[in-house]
């Protein structure tokens, strides 16, 4: 299971981000603020000693569809092109 959460670094995007980790998928977190993101990353990956998922930052602002492109490579967007 992967996801992908725009605003993942605080608030309800980071307890979504937090909620998918702890069920064992791999997410990709964005936030504009690139030490907050890597910070929550950090954060929700030392999760995966107790068996769960793990979590990628992906520090950017993305606004319209075309700067998803930018986005990893594998990540869920990506593989849908």
Do not use: N, Q, Y
Not at 9 to 14: C, D, E, V
Not at 41 to 61: F, I, K, N, R
Request: aromatic share 4%.
């Amino acid at each position: 299971m992967s996801s992908a959460d725009i605003g993942g670094s605080r608030g309800i995007g980071l307890m979504i981000a937090h909620d998918f980790v702890a069920a064992g998928a791999t997410v990709i977190i964005s936030s504009r603020r690139a030490e907050a993101c890597e910070k929550a990353a950090a954060e929700l990956s030392a999760l995966t000693s107790a068996g769960a998922g793990t979590c990628l930052a992906h520090p950017a602002d993305c606004p319209p569809p075309r700067a998803w492109r930018a986005w990893p490579s594998g990540s869920p967007r990506s593989r849908r092109g």
